[in-house]
């Protein structure tokens, strides 16, 4: 069935490095797009989201890009810190009728020094 | 504000027992959802709420039952508990109208034996 998935399980990046996460999603009729990072024992919090009629997206230190000609998403987090290590979830809106958000199974960042 | 408290944090049901997840938020969210997460990966939507007296199944729903009597509280029960609801479970909600951004609970996490 339709899905949103990710490319990389697991992304291990150096502190100060720039981290870039992937989603790719099969829905071309997806009109919203959000990012979620989820610590350790703590429900997901808000990063950063996109419309579809957006290409990209800025916000503190995180940019989302969005290509709806091969449906993907990218989130770049600029500087990768310590504390940015957690897990990273892409979440789609399917039509403009519906509050449903479908997400992804998710990409673990981990950032050593 | 205490944003979206859920209780209890942890619990443990023998197979065929009962129980109520809740959750409250006093952010005067209209809508409110319930996700699992199971080990390793996304959120499903189990059921959601676009106001009081009204309510709405996700994608996983079986199993589950919802009530939503004031705009505050959006409890999920289980009534015959299975080894496959074992899972973490996240309530969220946000406001209506302009972003969609969804705010988490800190989970409730349910093991059936």
């Known amino acids: 069935g339709e899905s949103v998935g990710l490319h990389l399980p697991t992304l291990s990046v150096q502190e100060g490095d720039n981290s870039i996460i992937n989603c790719a999603y099969s829905n071309s009729a997806s009109d919203y797009f959000i990012w979620y990072k989820q610590e350790s024992g703590k429900g997901p919090q808000f990063i950063i989201d996109i419309r579809s009629n957006m290409d990209k997206r800025q916000g503190q230190r995180v940019t989302v890009l969005l290509n709806k000609t091969v449906k993907h998403l990218s989130l770049q987090i600029a500087a990768t810190q310590p504390g940015d290590s957690a897990v990273y979830f892409c979440a789609e809106k399917r039509s403009y009728n519906t509050d449903k958000l479908i997400f992804g199974t998710g990409t673990r960042l981990q950032v050593f020094p | 504000n205490a944003g979206v408290t859920q209780t209890p944090k942890f619990r443990i049901l023998k197979i065929g027992q009962s129980m109520t997840l809740q959750c409250t938020q006093d952010m005067n969210h209209n809508y409110m959802y319930w996700y699992r997460q199971d080990p390793g990966m996304g959120l499903k939507l189990i059921y959601y709420?676009?106001?009081?007296?009204?309510?709405d199944k996700g994608e996983v729903p079986n199993g589950y039952n919802v009530s939503r009597s004031t705009t505050e509280d959006f409890p999920l029960r289980l009534e015959l508990a299975a080894p496959s609801q074992t899972s973490v479970y996240f309530c969220a909600s946000r406001r209506t109208g302009g972003d969609n951004e969804q705010f988490f609970g800190p989970g409730t996490r349910l093991t059936v034996l």
């Open positions: 709420s676009v106001g009081a007296g009204i309510t």
